[in-house]
């Protein structure tokens, strides 16, 4: 069974940064696509990026160039740095561990428990 366990979130000024980790229990991390998704109150959940196990990365259009998202596979980490923080990104953020295929993230089973991110105008 794979473990997911998310931190770094907070409250940050808008036009602030965050870089939050996901760290993975388990043997199959470094074969995994890891993702990050985040809920807002009253919205579905949506994908914000995904990095494959070679390292190739894709992004939502409301967090290109502002979001990166990059991996360790040593550690057992994904992380998602985040830069010039708006209002509109507040949200619980998960990671979650699937996988990638002919261009398509699909998700997997395993979530962590989410970490808070509220930014404030």
């Known amino acids: 069974q794979v473990q997911l366990v998310e931190s770094g979130g907070g409250l940050v000024q808008a036009g602030g940064s965050l870089r939050l980790s996901c760290a993975a229990s388990?043997?199959?991390?470094?074969?995994?696509?890891i993702s990050w998704y985040r809920q807002a109150p009253g919205k579905q959940r949506e994908l914000v990026a995904f990095?494959?196990?070679?390292?190739?990365?894709n992004y939502a259009d409301s967090v290109k160039g502002r979001f990166t998202i990059s991996r360790d596979n040593a550690k057992n980490t994904v992380y998602l740095q985040m830069n010039s923080l708006k209002p509109e990104d507040t949200a619980v953020y998960y990671c979650?561990?699937?996988?990638?295929?002919?261009?398509?993230?699909?998700?997997?089973?395993?979530w962590g428990q989410g970490t808070q991110v509220t930014v404030s105008s």
């Open positions: 990095i494959t196990s070679g390292g190739s990365t």
């Open positions: 388990g043997s199959i991390f470094s074969r995994n696509a």
């Open positions: 979650n561990a699937g996988t990638y295929y002919s261009g398509t993230y699909y998700l997997g089973a395993y």
